[in-house]
């Protein structure tokens, strides 16, 4: 058994600042040696992955023009599995939803390029099938996030408030969630990250980021955790499910999403034996593997 099951990761104040609205930084879950060797993995995968993607930022999409995406990256690059799967941050994910044991649903490199368009306000868990809504991301800087370069910015409580809404950001112009009732008085709350802490926000917490007005990329690897027996509750294709044919109402369990906590020290998952296809993706600005 890991080490890291024998004790808390995160302090008592920081699961009631979670548990009250909706996100939290957990400071120095990753050390200064694994920042420096993770931010060169992800930006290699992400580099290799976007290779003959040489749209001018400019004619792009809104939504391109918010980051480049890269999902499932732990698969095809064996150099970022361990961040996917860092012991620390996915026991800090499991107590901050006060999970006995969690899995990965994926994780996706977001690099908010040098001038690139703010992120459009949204939740994440409308973009998935899974029925039960304790879910959880880790955003995980390279580089220090500020308010120039794109910091996330939280509406404290929007877990809670009993909304579940889909926002298309991926065409067009997305309608703004800001708007509905139940948030509108609900002002952003932005958190400038250092690296080496991981900032981490519920599923159903209303979440946006600025532009990146700076020269340099804002570079961002991110995991998304859910407790282990959730159901896929919808069936709306999603290759998190589809990969392995998990119908709706079963369990989500397949190598495609594997338990992230509790695992033995050291160990790590194999590579899914149902490949990671294109045609699984959706609007995610065609990094996919290749």
Not at 130 to 159: C, D, M, R
Not at 209 to 229: E, L, M, S
Not at 233 to 256: L, M, N, T
């Amino acid at each position: 058994m890991s080490e890291a099951t024998t004790h808390t990761v995160v302090s008592q104040e920081l699961v009631d600042f979670f548990d009250a609205n909706g996100y939290v930084v957990v400071p120095d879950l990753l050390t200064p040696e694994e920042i420096e060797r993770y931010s060169v993995a992800v930006t290699t995968g992400v580099k290799h992955r976007t290779r003959n993607h040489n749209i001018p930022l400019e004619e792009r999409s809104n939504y391109q023009k918010s980051f480049l995406q890269c999902m499932n990256l732990w698969e095809d690059r064996p150099d970022v599995t361990p961040l996917t799967f860092h012991p620390k941050i996915a026991q800090a994910a499991a107590e901050l939803i006060h999970a006995d044991a969690i899995r990965v649903w994926h994780d996706q490199a977001l690099y908010k390029e040098a001038h690139g368009r703010q992120t459009d306000a949204h939740q994440d868990h409308p973009y998935w099938p899974i029925k039960e809504t304790s879910s959880v991301t880790a955003w995980i800087p390279f580089v220090q996030s500020t308010l120039e370069n794109g910091a996330l910015g939280y509406l404290p409580g929007s877990h809670k408030v009993g909304m579940r809404k889909f926002v298309n950001i991926f065409f067009g112009e997305p309608e703004n969630i800001l708007e509905e009732p139940e948030i509108k008085e609900i002002e952003p709350v932005f958190v400038s990250v250092p690296p080496g802490s991981v900032a981490f926000h519920h599923g159903l917490t209303v979440h946006l980021a600025g532009a990146n007005n700076t020269d340099v990329d804002r570079a961002v690897h991110t995991v998304i955790y859910f407790p282990d027996g959730s159901t896929r509750g919808y069936p709306f294709p999603h290759f998190s499910v589809d990969r392995y044919k998990i119908e709706v109402d079963q369990p989500i369990r397949s190598d495609a999403t594997p338990i992230a906590y509790p695992r033995p020290a050291g160990d790590l998952p194999q590579r899914p034996d149902v490949p990671f296809a294109v045609e699984q993706i959706v609007a995610n600005n065609g990094a996919v593997p290749q």
